[in-house]
């Protein structure tokens, strides 16, 4: 299966051999690149359900990072002086990974405790915490949908989900075939994390909220297995999309994605089509 995501000016495609982007320079010519994939990512581990998820999180984050960083130099006209190191990868992924744990998990925590006294059982502080969780993803993901240059990357991410659809439907890649599918997709990364929202109010219902320290501890430690279950539920309704009832329960990841994408131009789309062709033509090589 063929996925991908959206680019400053460009769209990042992995493929099942590597990853390919495709950016607009600000002159209009697309210029590609291609990323290998990691081989610590894609071994046995990929493998076993709940560990794949993190690891395929894991990989997304790392090679998205990379496709950034070329989509960056690319759209700016600039050289592209050298990829990001695996150090400031990783300073930048621990910073990432703790401002989330923060702000969606902690803080809604925290709000949630401010109401404690008011609640005659845990099970109702749970909720309203989960409940917290949830309307500071929302909010976060429209207010950056406010700003111009991410509504451009939106459109982009449209113009992805488009071209996934077209080849998993084995049309052939043109601009006018690709405006015939939606920019929502069930296997995106908007579906993902909405989907471990989802999943960390269910599981942390049944999580004590004494003592304290297990409290904050137990919205650290306990993200890599919702992250797993997550992504298993993500996999399940890709692979059965066209079952009614996977639709309807993955209903609300699709339209939550009416905020994160949006319908594309014509050279958005011809820039997702150039890096599709380009991922399918290197798979085809690798035979």
């Known amino acids: 299966m063929y996925g991908g995501q959206a680019v400053i000016e460009g769209v990042m495609i992995r493929a099942r051999t590597c990853c390919t982007v495709a950016v607009r320079r600000p002159n209009g ?9 990691h081989s610590w990512a894609n071994g046995k581990l990929r493998l076993i359900p709940l560990v794949r998820g993190i690891v395929v999180l894991l990989e997304t984050m790392i090679i998205g990072m990379k ?11 600039e050289e592209l002086i050298d990829k990001p190191g695996k150090l400031s990868m990783a300073i930048t992924l621990f910073i990432a990974f703790i401002f989330s744990i923060g702000i969606f998990f902690l803080l809604p925590l925290y709000l949630s405790e401010i109401f404690d006294n008011s609640f005659e059982n845990e099970l109702m502080s749970n909720i309203v915490e989960g409940v917290l ?3 500071l993803f929302i909010g976060y993901i429209w207010l950056i949908g406010q700003f111009k240059d991410i509504k451009r990357v939106f459109g982009y991410h449209g113009a992805e989900h488009m071209t996934v659809h077209l080849v998993e439907k084995k049309d052939t890649l043109s601009v006018n075939n690709v405006k015939k599918y939606p920019p929502e997709h069930a296997r995106c990364g908007t579906s ?64 939550l994605q009416k905020l994160t994408t949006r319908n594309p131009d014509d050279s958005m789309i011809e820039v997702a089509i150039n890096a599709m062709e380009y ?9």
């Open 29 to 37: 010519k697309i210029v590609r690149h291609v990323l290998p994939l």
């Open 279 to 287: 991922a399918i033509e290197l798979d085809n090589n690798s035979d």
């Open 67 to 77: 496709a950034l960083a070329i989509s960056s130099s690319e759209s700016s006209g």
């Open 133 to 135: 969780r949830l309307i």
């Open 192 to 255: 993902f994390l909405l989907t471990v929202v989802f999943i960390s109010i269910l599981f942390f219902i049944i999580v004590p909220r004494e003592p304290f320290w297990f409290l904050i501890v137990s919205r650290i430690i306990f993200v890599p297995l919702i992250a797993g279950i997550s992504y298993e539920l993500i996999r399940f309704s890709g692979r059965y999309s066209t079952n009614f009832l996977v639709n309807l329960i993955g209903y609300p990841n699709l339209l």
